[in-house]
């Protein structure tokens, strides 16, 4: 069984990170399609990879989805890391605080991310306050300078994984800026899966996984596609959902629909008897 199949070279090679001829990518491809052909069960982390495979001639009966999921007590919002982690870091309490989590460049965004945070500040004006979880902290900083976001309106720290969900619970939305290629549909982000734990919204580039739809369909977040350049509606759409009173709970319930650890208890309680009745 292959847990967690996806066409990791095709990612690369789509995000600009290798090159055709990349040895690496080479050796990616020539595994990927040994492991279709000899393994007994390949569980792809998104629908829209299940499909492909089996439109690829992939017997369908041995794919499974299952997305990356993620500990939803975990994750859960806490009012009382809000006003800790808010104070901590003196961000106002009727600040409205956009978070991204993650790493910068490769198949996410550099400076593309940096123009998003940009607009975010011109749209949302004084209330408007970044917060930055990332391990390039020092140079995020240098671009943001470099940009000239507003000096004390953003905060950018590193963090134990484990301390996240204490940021994530100090603020309001989430940025999930990847870059837009083609197999991103392919994806499975785990910091949406965290984001939507925490019930909050996130902006997400379009054609990103199953969650380009999902989000799409309950309008639970917003899809920023850069070729439209359409912000100032993306924006928009995150403030009217920010007005409801019962958006996080919204979210929250699709954590559990969609990124529960139960999805993968069930994947494996299926492969099992499918073993046992052979």
């Known amino acids: 069984m292959v847990e967690s ?7 690369m090679i789509d995000a600009g990170v290798w090159g055709q001829c990349d040895i690496k990518y080479t050796m990616q491809k020539q595994w990927e399609a040994k492991q279709i052909k000899h393994a007994s069960f390949l569980l792809p982390v998104a629908e829209n990879y299940r499909r492909k495979l089996i439109e690829s001639g992939v017997d369908g009966e041995k794919i499974i989805t299952v997305p990356c999921n993620v500990p939803l007590d975990q994750f859960a919002f806490s009012e009382t890391k ?26 996410y965004m ?4 940096i123009h998003l945070f940009q607009r975010a500040f011109d749209f949302f004006k004084d209330q408007f306050h970044l917060l930055i979880i990332t391990p390039s ?3 995020v900083n240098l671009l943001l300078d470099k940009h000239k976001l507003p000096v004390g309106r953003y905060n950018v720290l590193s963090s134990p994984h484990n301390e996240i969900p ?10 999930t800026p990847f870059k837009k290629f ?4 392919y994806l499975s982000p785990i910091k949406i899966g965290e984001y939507w734990a925490n019930g909050l919204p996130t902006i997400l580039t379009a054609g990103v996984g199953d969650e380009d739809a999902i989000i799409s369909d309950t309008g639970l977040g917003a899809i920023y596609d850069p070729g439209k350049n359409n912000l100032d509606e993306v924006f928009q759409c995150i403030k009217e959902l920010l007005a409801d009173k019962h958006h996080k ?8 629909k969609y990124r529960n650890f139960h999805s993968t208890i069930e994947a494996y309680v299926e492969i099992l008897s499918s073993i046992s009745e052979k």
């Open 249 to 256: 709970e919204k979210i929250t319930a699709l954590a559990v």
């Open 82 to 107: 809000r006003k800790e982690i808010r104070k901590r870091l003196a961000i106002p309490e009727d600040a409205l605080v956009g978070v991204y989590v993650g790493k910068f460049n490769g198949m």
């Open 5 to 11: 199949f996806e066409p990791h070279g095709r990612y």
């Open 110 to 113: 550099g400076e593309e991310a």
């Open 137 to 139: 902290n020092d140079e």
């Open 182 to 185: 083609p197999s991103a549909k």
């Open 166 to 175: 204490n940021f994530l619970s100090a603020s309001d939305f989430s940025f």
